[in-house]
């Protein structure tokens, strides 16, 4: 868990009581490729941190087409944001893509930290902001950007992503296809 650890320290100093408390809410597990950590029309109660894997957030439309929303990576946080935060049923589902190691805690748990520690609500904030501002930067380079364009981003934000997982998920996560991403791979 020290790589938890040395995430949460650079957004937020805590004391070493302020850490035991937040890390005591944490347990290791394990997950397959393809196994689940969220499911569409479910309820979410549980935040992980990633100690080493590659996981998707998406959502299927009724005809069954999946589209990707966002990829997590190794040293960040992964949850059904919007289920933990309201109580309300999952929108997206949340696959492995690989084999992955996470610290999972209860989110209710964690809020609970609040009051007696306020410094986890700043970091709560810090995170949100940051997931935020990823969010809004995306959407934006979705509507005004070519796919030429939002892959370049795609490579330089998620290096070595590529090599890793099927190329049909990153066509999804783009809004293209997997032919219209091979051509645009030819072209380099």
């Known amino acids: 868990m020290n790589e938890l650890k040395i995430y949460v320290e650079k957004l937020v100093p805590f004391t070493e009581s302020e850490m035991t408390a937040f890390i005591a809410l944490f347990?290791?597990?394990?997950?397959?490729?393809?196994?689940?950590?969220?499911i569409e029309?479910?309820?979410?109660?549980?935040?992980?941190?990633?100690?080493?894997?590659?996981?998707?957030?998406?959502?299927?439309?009724?005809?069954?087409?999946?589209?990707?929303?966002?990829?997590?990576?190794?040293?960040?946080?992964?949850?059904?944001y919007s289920s933990i935060t309201t109580e309300q049923k999952n929108l997206i589902n949340i696959e492995c893509l690989t084999d992955c190691t996470l610290f999972v805690a209860d989110f209710r748990e964690l809020s609970s930290l609040y009051k007696k520690y306020p410094k986890f609500e700043s970091l709560a904030r810090v995170i949100a902001e940051r997931k935020f501002a990823l969010?809004?930067?995306?959407?934006?380079?979705?509507v005004t950007l070519a796919a030429t364009e939002r892959y370049k981003i795609f490579k330089n934000e998620h290096p070595n992503l590529e090599n890793q997982i099927n190329q049909?998920?990153?066509a999804s996560y783009l809004g293209i296809t997997p032919t219209q991403l091979s051509r645009i791979r030819a072209k380099k």
């Open 27 to 38: 347990s290791e597990i394990h997950l397959k490729k393809k196994d689940y950590f969220a």
């Open 41 to 80: 029309g479910e309820f979410s109660s549980k935040l992980a941190f990633i100690s080493n894997g590659i996981m998707r957030a998406f959502f299927r439309n009724k005809s069954g087409n999946e589209y990707n929303k966002t990829f997590f990576t190794a040293s960040n946080f992964v949850a059904a």
């Open 135 to 142: 969010k809004e930067k995306r959407e934006i380079e979705l």
């Open 168 to 170: 049909y998920h990153i």
